[in-house]
């Protein structure tokens, strides 16, 4: 019986020791640069909404069969079983009208490779891939390259020796 | 019916007789007032029929329509400027406003009747509804949104590119109405299978 509780007893017992030995601030200050001076138990205030970068430009993909981002607003689309906004502009059929950049040729197959007549039900939600972006600064810094300038740098420093 | 015939005529015998104990001033004054107070009531109890109060007094616009139009840009934005109901949905100027009431009598018989009483029959019926709309804005040229949204008074360099686009070109040449591109801006759209441009 006494043996049962042991595990416990120790369990406990480690705590106590470990929760006296605490040399570092509790209050740490928050993970990263998403608010600025906070600590991990201070409430900052929320940032404004930024708004949605609306420029109708398209912008570079970091690597090739990166889905493209989307350039303008999306406020109030509707996509779902019922019907999808972006096909207005983007399918096949309406692109030349709009001169909306028409969806890829994935998008009308099946997992199989067959072509489809309509946009593949696996397809449809446009934003599972695709998003708008805001217009703010990146909220953590990154080093990402592309591979163009990997392959770059590569034949630059081939040639200096 | 005999009977009914010779009611009438007794009637019409004493609106075709002079008036024995009334005054001619009495009469036209009475009239004028009693037109006042009736014309004034008509429009009165009109003008309550057109509020987003009256609309949401019931609960499949309450429950419905009026919840999807929370979320858009013509309820809540930046600037505070909003469209009721009454606003999109019925023509301001009087003739057509009159016109739209008289057809929403079919209205007045889908409520008593239940026709979309509960969230399914709504549901189901809501492609017939929606065209109801989009036929109506379509033959009166988007008149609806015209009160509000003047093409005269549009700044294309104020537009995206997209928008300028379509505006300066389409919408400019007659070709399209508001209501052409821009369906589901308030409320959210049915089954769109077969509808021009979706």
């Known amino acids: ?161 | 019916m005999k009977a009914l015939f010779a009611l009438l005529k007794d009637y019409w015998g004493i609106l075709c007789r002079p008036s024995v104990y009334f005054s001619l001033g009495f009469l036209t004054l009475g009239g004028f007032v009693a037109g006042i107070i009736f014309w004034g009531g008509f429009n009165t109890a009109l003008e309550l029929t057109n509020t987003e109060k009256f609309c949401i007094s019931c609960h499949e616009m309450r429950d419905n329509v009026y919840v999807e139009l929370q979320d858009t840009i013509h309820y809540t934005n930046r600037s505070g400027v909003r469209a009721s109901c009454p606003d999109c949905h019925v023509p301001h100027e009087w003739t057509h406003k009159i016109a739209r009431k008289m057809q929403a009598s079919k209205e007045v018989w889908g409520k008593l009747f239940g026709t979309i009483d509960t969230r399914d029959k709504f549901l189901t019926l809501r492609r017939e509804l929606a065209e109801h709309e989009w036929a109506r804005l379509k033959a009166n040229d988007s008149r609806e949104c015209r009160n509000c949204h003047n093409f005269e008074f549009m700044d294309f360099t104020r537009q995206g590119k997209r928008a300028s686009t379509m505006h300066s070109t389409a919408l400019a040449n007659g070709e399209a109405t508001c209501i052409d591109c821009h369906k589901g801006i308030a409320h959210k759209l049915p089954d769109m299978s077969g509808v021009k441009g979706w």
Do not use: W
Request: glycine letters at 6%; one cysteine or more; a positive charge.
């Open chain 1, 1 to 161: 019986m006494t043996f049962r509780i042991l595990p416990l007893v120790l369990l406990a017992a480690m705590g106590m020791v470990l929760a006296a030995e605490v040399n570092y601030p509790l209050d740490a200050p928050g993970p990263d640069g998403r608010r600025p001076g906070g600590t991990l138990t201070r409430s900052m205030p929320a940032p404004p909404i930024a708004n949605d970068e609306n420029k109708d430009l398209k912008r570079e993909r970091n690597y090739p069969d990166q889905p493209p981002t989307i350039p303008h607003s999306i406020r109030g689309y509707q996509i779902d079983k019922n019907g999808n906004k972006c096909l207005t502009c983007h399918s096949r059929a309406n692109s030349a009208r709009t001169q909306a950049t028409m969806i890829s040729i994935t998008h009308y197959m099946d997992r199989d490779g067959q072509a489809l007549a309509a946009v593949s039900p696996r397809r449809y939600f446009c934003t599972q891939c695709h998003v708008p972006q805001k217009e703010v600064l990146p909220l953590v810094g990154n080093t990402f390259e592309t591979i163009d300038k990997i392959l770059q740098d590569d034949a630059n420093a081939a040639q200096k020796p």
